[in-house]
């Protein structure tokens, strides 16, 4: 196990990351950064050396100058589907997908990195051959590349590339066991251009599902209306005042649609009640969108601090300053316990 780290989540519009450190056998946390990685117009990702000029700044940041960093990616190539696959080894499946996509995903993904996830079976084994229930993740191997070129182009040699909405569910298993064993709840990370509602139930993710909506179209949404550019209408929603309070509410409420048709139709499906949403990604940190949401959806949505539960030694970081955005970390942190 490597004595540092570094854990990035390479986000669509900002990079987060975190360092970690091994002491006694355990690992710690005493750094995090973030930094915006926000491309151009028309471009879906800043040009791969800029990347690397990004993360080399937040290592930097976090005082990590070589080593191994671990990476997720929320890429727009990125799915995470639920697929029903006969008993094989972990190995075969990600090969039969690579081969050939369609007959699990019902579409053909070519030059696709896939990664699976067995989901334990509930309750007793049902008689007769077993279908497993399978987590599929994939993304393009193009943005795979770009996020490998882009650590090896920082000076770090990267560890593993995983998915962001993984990582939430890792980062959520960690914050609260206890929950996660006992609770039905709906994880949603809202991100830049799209977010991911994943209900689990008893530890179990049952139901994952990408939604085109994130920040982006909030402020799209603000500086159309009030004919700014999308620098000025991010800083208006940062604001916040009561006039933008009522756009943003007319924006999100498409969002809570979406979210609450996700929740009924898992209701529906294991007949089991969602209590509550719990809300990650830049976002999450606004309360007043979290109250939009709370009361369209009729659920309470929080945000949650990923790093709960985890050892911290922070360096010349303030703890509030980490409860108060953690909530944006929750990828990060999640990478950083893959390897933990
Ligand atoms: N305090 C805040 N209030 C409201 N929105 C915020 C706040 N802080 C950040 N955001 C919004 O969060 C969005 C970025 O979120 P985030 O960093 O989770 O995206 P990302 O990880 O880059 O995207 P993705 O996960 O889709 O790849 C931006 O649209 C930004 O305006
Ligand atoms: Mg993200």
């Known amino acids: 196990?490597?004595?540092?780290?570094?854990?990035?989540?390479?986000?669509?519009?900002?990079?987060?990351?975190?360092?970690?450190?091994?002491?006694?056998?355990?690992?710690?946390?005493t750094h995090f950064a973030?930094?915006?990685?926000?491309?151009?117009?028309?471009?879906?990702?800043?040009?791969?050396?800029?990347?690397?000029?990004?993360?080399?700044?937040?290592m930097k940041e976090i005082g990590v100058k070589r080593g191994h960093a671990v990476a997720s990616l929320s890429a727009r190539s990125t799915l995470i589907r639920h697929v029903?696959?006969?008993?094989?080894?972990?190995?075969?499946?990600?090969?039969?997908?690579?081969?050939?996509?369609?007959?699990?995903?019902?579409?053909?993904?070519?030059?696709?990195?896939?990664?699976?996830?067995i989901i334990p079976p509930?309750?007793?084994?049902?008689?007769?051959?077993v279908k497993l229930q399978v987590l599929v993740g994939g993304a393009s191997t193009q943005d795979v590349l770009y996020c490998r070129d882009s650590i090896l182009g920082a000076g770090l040699i990267p560890l593993a590339i995983n998915l962001a909405p993984v990582a939430v569910l890792n980062a959520y298993e960690s914050s609260d066991p206890k929950m996660m064993e006992e609770d039905t709840v709906a994880l949603v990370d809202v991100g830049y251009e799209n977010s991911v509602i994943s209900i689990l139930s008893k530890g179990q993710p049952l139901l994952t599902r990408s939604i085109p909506f994130g920040g982006s179209h909030v402020t799209g949404h603000i500086a159309k209306t009030l004919s700014v550019d999308?620098?000025?209408?991010?800083?208006?929603?940062?604001?916040?005042t009561e006039a933008v309070q009522v756009l943003v509410a007319s924006c999100l409420s498409v969002f809570a649609r979406q979210?609450?048709?996700?929740?009924?139709?898992?209701?529906?499906?294991?007949?089991?009640?969602?209590?509550?949403v719990l809300c990650s990604g830049g976002t999450a940190l606004s309360n007043v969108i979290l109250?939009?949401?709370t009361d369209e959806i009729g659920l309470p949505c929080k945000a949650w601090d990923p790093t709960e539960n985890v050892e911290k030694d922070l360096k010349?970081?303030?703890?509030?300053?980490?409860?108060?955005q953690g909530a944006n970390f929750a990828v990060a942190m999640g990478t950083a316990l893959a390897v933990m």
């Open 1 to 29: 196990m490597p004595s540092v780290i570094a854990a990035l989540d390479v986000g669509t519009s900002r990079v987060k990351c975190m360092r970690m450190q091994r002491r006694s056998g355990r690992y710690v946390l």
């Open 34 to 58: 973030s930094r915006s990685a926000l491309p151009a117009s028309g471009e879906s990702q800043v040009p791969q050396p800029q990347m690397s000029e990004i993360i080399r700044g937040l």
């Open 84 to 117: 029903e696959f006969p008993q094989m080894p972990l190995e075969d499946m990600k090969k039969a997908l690579k081969l050939n996509s369609a007959p699990y995903l019902h579409q053909q993904y070519t030059n696709y990195n896939f990664d699976c996830y």
């Open 122 to 129: 509930r309750g007793e084994a049902p008689k007769g051959p």
């Open 230 to 240: 999308e620098k000025a209408a991010e800083e208006e929603k940062l604001k916040m």
């Open 259 to 276: 979210l609450r048709s996700s929740i009924d139709f898992f209701e529906r499906q294991y007949e089991v009640p969602v209590k509550r």
């Open 291 to 293: 109250q939009f949401l």
């Open 316 to 324: 010349s970081q303030k703890s509030e300053l980490l409860k108060e």
